[in-house]
């Protein structure tokens, strides 16, 4: 019964004649073009990633396809020198996958795009050293990945930005020694007390709230409780 309902449900995979393709003759009859796996001219991204995966070579032939969905998988398998000309696509997802493949000394041309996808991307690639260019993006999430990547030296300047989501990223890669330092910071930027900064929950990243009662002991417990473990307990391990 199983096999008899499996036989009559409709075949709904995408198709197109191939009486009109220029493909017809040498990428059809040599196995290169498949028709329901492998073809270009129908409106399935997984047949026409098939088919440029066959056939790398004519990807570029395809970037200017009003299909988009077409020109996106086609920069995947096009030449470098051509992938340049997709940074100025009208649709996000070719200059999304432009943003994956472009040469790293070319990414920054999109630094400043519409799509928070595609800066993410450049986010993501760009070398560290040249990450400034994101640090005031108008989105947070492209923000959180500059603060991902940011060396961990030039942080320290983050503690106190107003997202909490970056500040969190911030928390989590701070040497120990700044984490300390932290609430101190927070309380003279904020104006309220060194006890009041460690209650500010809302602009606090939740990996500081639970060492900041730890971190605002230390500055002012004896020095022998500066060999504790930084972790969520106030307690230090008993000694056998």
């Keep these: 019964m199983n096999d008899a309902a499996t036989d009559s449900t409709p075949d709904r995979t995408p198709t197109a004649r191939c009486d009109d393709c220029v493909f017809l003759h040498d990428r059809l009859v040599t196995g290169r073009c498949v028709p329901g796996d492998a073809r270009v001219e129908v ?19 395809f970037l200017d396809d009003p299909f988009r969905e077409r020109r996106a998988i086609a920069v995947r398998y096009s030449p470098h020198q051509r992938i340049v000309e997709c940074v100025a696509d009208p649709d996000e997802s070719v200059r999304r996958a432009a943003a994956y493949r ?18 993410i991307t450049v986010a993501d690639r760009l070398p560290p050293e040249r990450l400034e260019c994101l640090s005031e993006d108008a989105d947070h999430l492209v923000r959180t990945y500059f603060a991902r990547r940011l060396p961990a030296g030039r942080l320290f300047r983050m503690i106190s930005v107003e997202d909490r989501q970056v500040r969190e990223t911030v928390a989590e890669r701070l040497p120990q020694v700044s984490l300390i330092l932290m609430p101190t910071i927070l309380s003279r930027r904020s ?10 929950s809302a602009r606090w990243p939740c ?3 639970r060492i900041g009662p730890y971190a605002l002991l230390l500055l002012v417990a004896p020095v022998w409780t500066r060999s504790w473990p930084c972790s969520m307990t106030l307690k230090p391990k008993c000694g056998r």
């Design 43 to 61: 409106e399935s991204g997984r047949q026409i990633d098939g088919f440029f995966r066959v056939n790398p070579e004519l990807a570029e032939c």
């Design 102 to 119: 472009l040469p790293v000394d070319l990414l920054e041309s999109l630094v400043h795009d519409s799509d928070r996808e595609a800066r």
């Design 191 to 200: 104006g309220a007390s060194l006890p009041g900064a460690c209650r500010l």
């Design 207 to 209: 990996s500081m709230i």
